[in-house]
T-cell receptor, first 115, second 110 residues
Framework: EPEVTQTPSHQVTQMGQEVILRCVPI?????FYWYRQILGQKVEFLVS????????KSEIFDDQFSVERPDGSNFTLKIRSTKLEDSAMYFC?????????????FGAGSRLTVL | GESVGLHLPTLSVQEGDNSIINCAYS??????FIWYKQESGKGPQFIID?????DKRQGQRVTVLLNKTVKHLSLQIAATQPGDSAVYFC?????????FGAGTTVTVRA
């Protein structure tokens, strides 16, 4: 079982609507990530989040995207006004520590379908 | 920019045979490499990793080889089983961000 829980598992939304994807890590880690995978393509980095701040973001992560860790537990990805091309699997991940340092552990993903 | 790629998008292998999946990278600064396995409908799962100060690392039925001279990474799966059918991604990093290659789809024939 993955050590992060992602919700919803699948969301269908209309173009232009706001979407919030949630991630709840079971263990207490400091580095969190959102990755995206368009169907049949590779896993793409969106954003990394460290110590409650964005540490790095990709070109994909434009002004329509935002991340938060509002209560120290949930880690959210918000898309303000979805576009058709936002349809993808969105994976939350965290970075291990100690012997597992630099290894990202991924959640099962949230499938977003924009109509 | 992206610096990781795989040589072949698909690989068909007979059950019981060994599989070899290849990956090329271009970032000389990369010092850590990971192979992930992704089954249908699931997130990537860690298989094995290797640091740039090593050229070989073995796990259970899997071996990763790193050739820094030609910037090449390979994953060998011994005695491939039906459960090994999945998409395999190599990933590399020189900091705290992983960059993934395009993936190789492995299909195991019974």
């Amino acid at each position: 079982e993955p050590e992060v829980t992602q919700t919803p598992s699948h969301q269908v939304t209309q173009m232009g609507q706001e979407v919030i994807l949630r991630c709840v890590p079971i263990s207490n880690h400091l580095y969190f990530y959102w990755y995206r995978q368009i169907l049949g393509q590779k896993v793409e980095f969106l954003v990394s989040f460290y110590n409650n701040e964005i540490s790095e973001k990709s070109e994909i992560f434009d002004d329509q995207f935002s991340v938060e860790r509002p209560d120290g537990s949930n880690f959210t990805l918000k898309i303000r006004s979805t576009k058709l091309e936002d349809s993808a699997m969105y994976f939350c991940a965290y970075m291990g520590t100690g012997a597992g340092a630099n290894v990202l552990t991924f959640g099962a993903g949230s499938r977003l379908t924009v109509l | 920019g992206e610096s990781v790629g795989l040589h072949l998008p698909t690989l068909s292998v007979q059950e019981g045979d060994n599989s070899i999946i290849n990956c090329a990278y271009s970032n000389s600064a990369s010092d850590y490499f990971i192979w992930y396995k992704q089954e249908s409908g699931k997130g990537p799962q860690f298989i094995i990793d290797i640091r740039s100060n090593m050229d070989k690392r073995q796990g259970q039925r899997v071996t990763v080889l790193l050739n820094k001279t030609v910037k090449h990474l390979s994953l060998q799966i011994a005695a491939t089983q039906p459960g090994d059918s999945a998409v395999y991604f190599c990933a590399e990093t020189d900091d705290y961000k992983l960059s993934f290659g395009a993936g190789t789809t492995v299909t195991v024939r019974a």
